[in-house]
T-cell receptor
Framework: NAGVTQTPKFQVLKTGQSMTLQCAQD?????MYWYRQDPGMGLRLIYY???????DKGEVPNGYNVSRLNKREFSLRLESAAPSQTSVYFC?????????FGPGTRLTVL | GNSVTQMEGPVTLSEEAFLTINCTYT??????LFWYVQYPGEGLQLLLK?????DKGSNKGFEATYRKETTSFHLEKGSVQVSDSAVYFC?????????????FGKGTLLTVNP
């Protein structure tokens, strides 16, 4: 049982490049979330998916898109990366009131 | 929406010292309250929770009591260990519904020295 997995662990992009962060969970959870963590800011919600086929904006959605590919997978796409998107990105899934987090992706945009 | 004010860090303690990390919140309705912990290089994991007023959550020697009258959920531990060094996040959430979004505090870095 791997829990929540994220790929890649680290990524460096140049301004304007695009990339997709992958997230998968093997716990059969309906709800999944994408957060970003910045120093002194805590975690902020980017997008979430209450169930397969649905997605909704969180607190900081600008510059991002998401896809809930199936129940297991929830990807986050940066179409044109900007230095302000340098951050650590966490994916989470939820059962009842508890969220389970992946290990994170550290993204640097130059 | 919800908001959280968490004790500013960093907090540095010696092993076996008493720990308190303050957390107050504003929320509509009756939120559930959570403490998550992030060990170095890892994602967050649930430490403890309380779902209604006067409930006490506890885990690994940590405790926090849901105080509705003061809108607080302070984290305490009687005797910290080096292995407790981590970042601690307080987070209320709205009860019910299918979204269960969390509002995280900014986090408090705890360092415990031997």
């Amino acid at each position: 049982n791997a829990g929540v997995t994220q790929t890649p662990k680290f990524q460096v992009l140049k301004t304007g490049q695009s990339m997709t962060l992958q997230c998968a969970q093997d716990m059969n959870h309906n709800s999944m979330y994408w957060y970003r963590q910045d120093p002194g800011m805590g975690l902020r919600l980017i997008y979430y998916s209450a169930s397969e086929g649905t997605t909704d904006k969180g607190e900081v959605p600008n510059g991002y898109n998401v896809s809930r590919l199936n129940k297991r997978e929830f990807s986050l796409r940066l179409e044109s990366a900007a230095p302000s998107q340098t951050s650590v990105y966490f994916c989470a899934s939820r059962i009842t009131d508890t969220q389970y987090f992946g290990p994170g992706t550290r993204l640097t945009v130059l | 929406g919800n908001s959280v004010t968490q004790m500013e860090g960093p907090v540095t303690l010696s092993e076996e010292a008493f720990l308190t990390i303050n957390c107050t919140y504003t929320a509509t309705g009756y939120p559930s309250l959570f403490w998550y912990v992030q060990y170095p290089g890892e994602g967050l994991q649930l430490l403890l929770k309380a779902t209604k007023a006067d409930d006490k959550g506890s885990n690994k020697g940590f405790e926090a009591t849901y105080r509705k009258e003061t809108t607080s959920f302070h984290l305490e531990k009687g005797s910290v260990q080096v292995s407790d060094s981590a970042v601690y996040f307080c987070a209320p959430t709205a009860s019910g519904g299918s979204n269960y979004k969390l509002t995280f505090g900014k986090g408090t870095l705890l360092t415990v020295n031997p």
